[in-house]
């Protein structure tokens, strides 16, 4: 790979950074919405780094017409920029989460607060199951709450929602799982993403995975939704 070659891959990967960053919300399906800015930082230095050296390679005095290119497997830095304008890979969803089985919640390093008043009330998955785990659901009992996620099923096809937390990107991400009672076995389908409302129940499963405790809500109302924009909770 010469030079030239060299600038213009480097250009197109810090192009696809902004792609993804600045005229879309795509970044949200890889890393935490904190990180945008360093992706734009990121992105408008490899621009920049790309246009000098392809002018010096192009106009400038040092040109070497006889200069030795760089390795052919630089070419390779060229997927990861295709998979993104051609493929666009989805967020993670029931295949990853039930592969690696529920994670488990650490512990609150202080009591946790009240919920909000007013029913029902809208919590992260990530909150519902660390009051019902460390709580055992004391502030959760006799409220409304609203919970949105995506589908997963266990070895007997009940479904869960589910919802990944992220600590930066998608490769630490850990999901967090709430059994449905009162959703029959068959009913949803992987990956789908719904809203329910309902009240927490004291039942726990063990996840066949992991071994972690899986929470339960008994559901009041199910309702099919369209995937948000961040699909990761926080």
């Known amino acids: ?20 960053t600045v005229f879309s919300d795509v970044y949200l399906r890889y890393v935490k919405p904190g990180l945008r800015w360093y992706l734009i930082a990121a992105g408008v230095v490899l621009v920049v780094a790309a246009a000098i050296t392809l002018w010096r ?39 990853a989460a039930e592969k690696q089985g ?20 809208t919590v992260s998955v990530l909150d519902y199951v660390t009051r019902a785990i460390w709580e055992d659901g004391a502030s959760l009992r006799g409220r409304d709450v609203r919970l949105t996620g995506f589908v997963t099923l266990d070895d007997n096809g009940t ?49 066949p995975v992991s071994g972690e405790a899986v929470p339960t809500i008994a559901v009041g109302s199910l309702t099919r939704v369209d995937a948000p924009v961040n699909p990761y909770d926080s």
């Open 1 to 20: 790979m010469r030079g030239e070659a060299q600038s213009i891959v480097l250009l197109l990967i810090g192009g696809a950074l902004l792609r993804i």
């Open 57 to 95: 390679e192009l106009f400038g005095a040092e040109a070497d017409a006889h200069g030795h290119g760089g390795p052919r497997v630089a070419w390779l830095l060229l997927l990861p920029v295709l998979t993104i304008f051609l493929i666009g890979p989805p967020s993670l969803g029931s295949y």
């Open 102 to 121: 529920a994670a488990a919640v650490g512990q609150p390093s202080s009591d946790l607060p009240p919920l909000p008043a007013g029913d029902p009330v």
């Open 159 to 207: 479904p869960h929602l589910t919802r990944i937390v992220l600590s930066c990107c998608a490769a630490d991400g850990r999901p967090l799982e709430v059994a449905l009672a009162g959703v029959a076995p068959g009913t949803l389908e992987r990956d789908v993403w719904i809203t329910v409302v309902g009240r927490y129940d004291s039942a726990r499963h063990t996840d």
